[in-house]
């Protein structure tokens, strides 16, 4: 099956109108913030978008997308790879009036003078929220153990003197 390349801006309202669904990838490459958090990603990042429109004539647009990363073990500092799958469903506004009036079960997503949306950014958004906090494989695939594993001992705190010892010596007095 052949990739097809999608559109970096598209156009919500308009979409939703034809009530369009695009199918596609994005090549990794474009996606510079996505790769300087991870130690490397497939060529492609597979997506599916459709938009639409609600009960209430919201413009509204939902999907999903997979990649496939190479995260960096912080456990054994090994690199082991990792798919990331992100659904996501977002509502254009133009200001924040808009914004105030949206329902909750949307994200608002700001359009652009032309009032489009620049749906590669919203995708490597989305990407980069999914990746792990802290990326750690599963224990039975580490080569750290926990054995291998040690923890610094804490020194108990030496006692410091109470500055107020003085005032009880005059008080003494």
């Known amino acids: 099956m052949a990739k097809v390349k999608l559109p970096q801006l598209i156009d919500p309202t308009k979409s939703a109108m034809k009530r369009s669904t695009y199918v596609g990838v994005y090549a990794s490459d474009l996606m510079e913030r996505l790769n300087s958090a991870v130690e490397a990603s497939g060529e492609w990042i597979s997506v599916d978008v459709k938009f639409e429109k609600d009960a209430q004539s919201l413009t509204y647009f939902h ?14 500092n090994k690199a082991y790879s990792d798919s990331i799958a992100v659904e996501f469903t977002f509502s254009p506004v133009q200001g924040e009036d808009e914004e105030a009036a949206l329902p909750s079960a949307y994200e608002p997503v700001e359009v652009n003078d032309h009032g489009e949306v620049d749906l590669l950014q919203l995708v490597e958004d989305e990407l980069i929220l999914s990746l792990p906090i ?40």
């Open 134 to 173: 802290v990326a750690l494989h599963a224990e039975e695939d580490c080569n750290v153990g926990p054995d291998d594993m040690t923890f610094g001992k804490i020194e108990p705190e030496q006692e410091r003197k109470n500055p107020f010892e003085v005032l009880k010596e005059l008080k003494r007095d």
């Open 63 to 76: 999907g999903n997308a997979n990649a496939e990363v190479e995260l960096l073990c912080q456990r054994c």
